[in-house]
């Protein structure tokens, strides 16, 4: 069943969402677009996603897994080039 029509989001998509770590609106709205058009669907799925965390977990992990920490990396540097030589002139005052 759809919850979300703006995104073409079902409820299945929310359910693999939550065994991949999904706990929240805002993790499901980074993952899947939900309530980023309208909203309307924002109690509907809530809702679903309570029902979702409250229910035994179909891959009998019980522990909420950590969020995924990524590095990140510096732009890579570009050489410092010398300064251009520039011919010096001597100008009377």
Known sequence: ?????CKSVSDRQ???AVELGARTI?????RLGI???CGKCTDSVQEFLDACLAGPS??????IMP???TETVP????????????????VDL
């Open 26 to 30: 805002g993790d499901l709205n980074i």
């Open 35 to 37: 309530s980023a058009d």
């Open 14 to 16: 929310i359910r693999e």
């Open 58 to 63: 179909p891959t009998g992990i019980t522990e």
């Open 75 to 90: 732009p890579p540097r570009k050489p410092v080039e010398p300064a251009p030589e520039r011919p010096w002139f001597a």
């Open 1 to 5: 069943m759809y919850l979300c029509i």
């Open 67 to 69: 969020p995924v920490v």
